[in-house]
Nanobody, 123 residues
Framework: QVQLEESGGGLVHSGGSLRLSCVDY????????MGWFRQAPGKEREIVAA????????SYIDSVQGRFTISRDNTKKTLYLQMNSLKPEDTAVYYC????????????????WGQGTLVTVSS
């Protein structure tokens, strides 16, 4: 059963910003590391950013470092991804998921995937 719901995607021009949200309707949000993933057309899904359960550790893939910020509000059971200076190559469907760890290189998703939210960046 999918308990994660992403929102906030849309169409923006290159250089623009978007803020994605992910609500966890389950009961264990605050106990897990969380991550944002994306899947571009014709490509495999990749992890983009990860955050520790207590917001003690944040990590990003190189291509978004300095442009994206992951954060969480455990009281609202919500995960966020602030995306600035967007580029056409950021175009993808973005998903959130619980992670087995906050160590980005090996972190894996734990839950079934939600619908995701589409981000389209025009040049």
């Amino acid at each position: 059963q999918v308990q994660l719901e992403e929102s906030g995607g849309g169409l923006v021009h290159s250089g623009g910003s978007l803020r994605l949200s992910c609500v966890d309707y389950g009961q264990t949000f605050s106990a897990y590391s969380m991550g944002w993933f994306r899947q571009a057309p014709g490509k495999e899904r990749e992890i983009v950013a990860a955050i520790g359960w207590s917001d003690d550790r944040r990590s990003y893939i190189d291509s978004v470092q300095g442009r994206f910020t992951i954060s969480r509000d455990n009281t609202k059971k919500t995960l966020y991804l602030q995306m600035n200076s967007l580029k056409p190559e950021d175009t993808a469907v973005y998903y959130c998921n619980r992670l087995d760890s906050s160590y980005l290189p090996t972190a894996e998703a734990l839950d079934a995937w939600g619908q995701g939210t589409l981000v389209t960046v025009s040049s």
